[in-house]
């Protein structure tokens, strides 16, 4: 079986109409979760990866975005109620930047990565990644080891979103160079691909099962057009 996946890239720091339109479509719920952050930034951030997501599954769907509802899995991951739960949608954002996934008959998980410099990431890989990735991150100097760390982890949280599953006891999942990557817990192969991104970040997104997907991407070096998806 072949997918169709969308991915958009939207920068958090949008024009104010931008932000309100986000804000507009929010349930109260998402409301009072916004409000919840001390920071301003962060309240804008949540507004508008939450927004977007609406936004872009209601353009998806052919239904206004503030009719949707979202309920949580097992783990935590939302998932559409009838009737749109034919759409399977993932979000991340990290720094000022929101990934927003939309696809059709498969699970679908996508994750973003800001390089965060400082971290003691030889650590961190010998603790989390199986060997063979932890030495590939190791054999980095200065950012290339922080890229390389980046995108194992993009690719592991994007694998573990689809499956709707736990990020810890995935976190030895191998995930470098393969196409397919079959998690333990819970078993089954998942189709991950890399996204292209801005510099200083780095994305993946996945799909339920070994088949194939089409690809959409809108963002990264095509930045207007994903502002112009929620403004």
Known sequence: MTGLVRVWLVPADVPPSAVA???AVLDDGERARAAAHQDPSDQ?????????????????????PSVLCWTAGPHGKPALTSPWDGL???????GGLV???????????????????????DRLSARFFPPDEARYVAAGTGSTRAARFAL??????????????RLWANLPTSVRDRDVVCLTEP?????????????????AVALA????FRLTAV?????????????
């Open 21 to 23: 339109h986000c804000q």
């Open 44 to 64: 804008q951030r949540f507004a508008v990866a939450h927004g977007a997501l609406r936004i872009l599954a209601g353009r998806e769907l052919g239904v206004p």
């Open 88 to 94: 399977h949608t993932s979000l991340s954002h990290s």
């Open 99 to 121: 990934a927003v996934a939309v696809s059709t008959g498969r699970a679908v998980g996508v994750d973003v990565q800001e390089l965060t410099p400082g971290l003691d990431l």
């Open 152 to 165: 194992l982890w993009v690719r592991k949280e994007a694998v573990v979103k689809a499956a709707g599953s």
């Open 187 to 203: 078993p089954g192969p998942y189709r991950v691909a890399d996204l292209p991104a801005p510099p200083g970040f780095r994305a």
């Open 209 to 212: 099962g070994a088949a194939p």
């Open 219 to 231: 963002g990264g070096p095509d930045q207007a057009t994903a502002l112009a998806l929620v403004g």
